[in-house]
Structures are given as C-alpha cells and as structure tokens.
T-cell receptor, first 111, second 110 residues
Framework: TQLLEQSPQFLSIQEGENLTVYCNSS?????LQWYRQEPGEGPVLLVT?????EVKKLKRLTFQFGDARKDSSLHITAAQPGDTGLYLC???????????FGSGTKLNVKP | DTAVSQTPKYLVTQMGNDKSIKCEQN?????MYWYKQDSKKFLKIMFS???????INETVPNRFSPKSPDKAHLNLHINSLELGDSAVYFC?????????FGPGTRLTVL
C-alpha cells in the first residue's frame, strides 16, 4: 500500500480550463513537495510546503497543505499545453532524509 | 553545468548480466538517493547515503549494491539482472528538505 494517494490518475483537459490534483494520506508529514516530470527527464521541484494550512502560489499554480498536514492539493488556473506532464507529490516525515512519493497524476492539456 | 548527472542514459542488456549505473552531483549536498520508477510511473526509494554512509536500505534484492566513493558520487551495481529489473532508475541529491533528480537511466533487460 502507498502512503500517499493521488487523484485523479489521469486528466485530459482543454487549454484554458482549471483543474485540481489531490494528494491524500492518513499519515502526518513534516513537509510536502510537488514535482513535475516530463517524458525522458527526472522530476523537477515545483514547491515545498511545511506549515499546516499553508498556501503557496507559483504563477497559475496554487498549492495548499492541509491543516492536519495529511493532504495537499495543486490547483492550476487556465491550463496551458506547457503544463502537460506527470505531477508527483512527495512527503517527508520526521526523518527528512526519507521521502514517500504519491502515485502520480498524468496531465494532458490539449491546445 | 548539470547539477545531478547519471550515466548511461540508456542500458540494454541480457538477463543474467551484471551492470553499473553512475551518479554524480555538484551541488555540495550530503545526501544522495537511488529510486526505481516502474512502468506505472511510481517512484520507489531504494537506497540513501548521507556523507558516504548508508542510511536507508529499503526492501531491495541483495543483487543491488550501492557504493559511494565520496559524497558527490553514488553508484549502483546490479548483479544477475532479471526481467523485472527493467525500469527507469533515478539518482537524486538533497540538502535536507527537497530533492534534485538526475535525468534517469532507462534499463531494459531482455
């Protein structure tokens, strides 16, 4: 069983639409990261959230860490084809050296 | 300059062979990792080293042996390769809160 479950697994939308990706767990995390991975490349860090209830914005991307630090969401406004990729959440628990990855959400934004 | 580099990018080999993947980071981080990404894109941690010392060793067959000659390098040697070892292997380094990944090595075992 995975510690972090992401939903949806796949998302195919038209350019300009909004979307939300969820990352849920029954465990508490000290911090949570979101990464984007493009085909043939390694994951690239988008953001880190560390405080329960924290909201961070990165241009059209909004990240939220749940109050209880068990879940997170990524909201994209007015999606563009350049947003296409695999989105991964990853959580660190007490030991910051070990990261647990979510199952991933594959996003396709059609022009 | 590439922050985390891996060689080779692609590796195609026969079952039963032994192969190695190399990783180098120039970020000055103390901690390095090996992950395996399967066909469903799930990233699973295999090993972690902190300043050349093994700190995480997940349930990985002992055919897999990591080696860290110094804190900038973490290599992965795999003995007696099996079909199920086919995957993309990622190296990563970390200053403590986040990770920086290499470009991956796609291993195909025939």
């Amino acid at each position: 069983t995975q510690l972090l479950e992401q939903s949806p697994q796949f998302l195919s939308i038209q350019e300009g639409e909004n979307l939300t990706v969820y990352c849920n767990s029954s465990s508490v995390f000290s911090s949570l990261q979101w990464y984007r991975q493009e085909p043939g490349e390694g994951p690239v860090l988008l953001v880190t959230v560390v405080t329960g209830g924290e909201v961070k914005k990165l241009k059209r991307l909004t990240f939220q860490f749940g109050d209880a630090r068990k879940d997170s969401s990524l909201h994209i406004t007015a999606a563009q084809p350049g947003d296409t990729g695999l989105y991964l959440c990853a959580g660190a628990r007490d030991n910051f050296n070990k990261f647990y990855f979510g199952s991933g959400t594959k996003l396709n934004v059609k022009p | 300059d590439t922050a985390v580099s891996q060689t080779p990018k692609y590796l195609v080999t026969q079952m039963g062979n032994d192969k190695s993947i190399k990783c180098e980071q120039n970020l000055g981080h103390d901690t390095m990792y090996w992950y395996k990404q399967d066909s469903k894109k799930f990233l699973k941690i295999m090993f972690s080293y902190n300043n050349k010392e093994l700190i995480i060793n997940e349930t990985v067959p002992n055919r897999f042996s990591p080696k860290s000659p110094d804190k900038a390098h973490l290599n992965l040697h795999i003995n007696s390769l099996e079909l199920g070892d086919s995957a993309v292997y990622f190296c990563a380094s970390s200053p403590g809160l986040v990770q920086f990944f290499g470009p991956g090595t796609r291993l195909t075992v025939l």
